[in-house]
């Protein structure tokens, strides 16, 4: 297995593509790179933590997928461009740490971020698996507006920002939450004990009911007047961190979550981990 940072994209259906986006390693260090004293297990460890980015497109939402084939080389300090439909719907971009697709094809190849499918992420059913730091986009929506953010609904695995280049608001999560993440929410950790996932109250099932949570905004509590922020465990830790994200599923109400951009500029993205 190649010991790099790549990027998954879906392969393309016919479409109108229009738009750059830019996917870019900007981490000072070797994502992979774990220090140890004994050589050949720090090569093993440097297999173990190939990182590799993914993309997902709701088709549930819209048939419209980016247009590049999938899985390339990316190393550090590099970065790949590819295009996407101008209404580009329900996509994700999520970065996954620490998989090994030989050992395990399925959503478990990766202590964070893993997918169905794997190495390629299943077109119906590849959303990353919690924690991680995940990028949306839906754009040419509502009143003609691109919408972007980061969300940490599902935790949180790298530090990200998305900008353009039409001059609209950045969104992003600069920051690395995992080494002061709270006790409750730490994991998983890396072979050396280290944590390289910060989950989500919601995802940590800290009061013990997903299915009726207002951490997860679920049950009685699935709308914006029933889940306030206040009610979500450890919201201050995340959006106090990265003010620019969501910190849980309704945080429009905070004006620093969901970004918009008028669509008729057709503004080119520009993913950076590690910004």
């Given at each position: 297995?190649?010991i790099?940072?790549?990027?998954?994209?879906?392969?393309?259906l016919?479409?109108v593509?229009?738009?750059?986006?830019?996917?870019?390693?900007s981490?000072k260090f070797?994502i992979?790179?774990?220090?140890?004293?004994?050589?050949?297990?720090?090569?093993l460890l440097?297999?173990l933590?190939?990182?590799?980015?993914?993309?997902?497109t709701?088709l549930?939402v819209?048939?419209?997928?980016?247009?590049?084939?999938?899985?390339?080389?990316?190393k550090?300090g590099?970065?790949?461009?590819?295009?996407?439909p101008?209404?580009?719907?329900?996509g994700?971009i999520?970065?996954r740490s620490?998989?090994?697709?030989?050992?395990d094809?399925?959503?478990?190849?990766?202590?964070t971020?893993?997918?169905?499918?794997g190495?390629n992420?299943?077109?119906?059913s590849?959303t990353?698996?919690?924690p991680a730091?995940v990028?949306?986009w839906?754009?040419?929506?509502?009143?003609?507006?691109?919408?972007?953010?980061?969300s940490?609904v599902d935790?949180f695995?790298?530090?990200?920002?998305?900008?353009?280049?039409?001059?609209?608001?950045v969104?992003?999560?600069p920051?690395?939450?995992?080494?002061?993440?709270?006790?409750?929410?730490?994991?998983?950790?890396d072979?050396?004990?280290?944590p390289?996932?910060?989950?989500?109250?919601?995802f940590?099932?800290?009061?013990?009911?997903?299915?009726?949570?207002p951490?997860c905004c679920?049950?009685?509590?699935?709308?914006?007047?029933?889940?306030?922020?206040?009610?979500?465990?450890y919201?201050?830790y995340?959006?106090?961190n990265?003010?620019n994200?969501?910190?849980?599923?309704y945080?429009e109400?905070s004006?620093t979550?969901?970004?918009?951009?008028?669509?008729?500029?057709?503004a080119?993205?520009t993913?950076t981990?590690?910004?």
């Open positions: 297995m190649h790099t940072l790549g990027l998954l994209v879906l392969l393309a016919p479409g593509f229009g738009r750059t986006f830019t996917v870019r390693n981490c070797t992979w790179s774990i220090r140890f004293s004994v050589a050949i297990f720090t090569l440097m297999i933590s190939s990182q590799r980015p993914a993309i997902f709701d549930n819209a048939p419209n997928v980016p247009n590049h084939p999938t899985g390339w080389e990316a550090p590099s970065s790949v461009s590819f295009t996407v101008d209404n580009w719907k329900a994700r999520w970065g620490f998989c090994n697709f030989a050992k094809p399925g959503p478990n190849s990766c202590l971020g893993g997918c169905n499918g190495l992420c299943d077109p119906r590849g990353g698996v919690p730091t990028a949306e839906t754009l040419e929506a509502d009143g003609n507006r691109d919408f972007y953010d980061v940490l935790g695995n790298l530090p990200v920002r998305i900008t353009n280049n039409k001059g609209c608001p969104a992003d999560c920051k690395d939450l995992n080494p002061s993440c709270p006790s409750p929410l730490r994991g998983p950790r072979p050396s004990g280290n390289v996932g910060c989950k989500s109250a919601c940590a099932n800290l009061d013990g009911n997903q299915g009726n949570s951490n679920s049950g009685n509590h699935s709308t914006p007047q029933t889940c306030p922020a206040s009610g979500v465990q919201y201050d995340f959006k106090s990265c003010r994200a969501y910190a849980y599923a945080d109400s004006g979550a969901l970004w918009t951009c008028n669509a008729a500029l057709k080119d993205y993913l981990f590690c910004p």
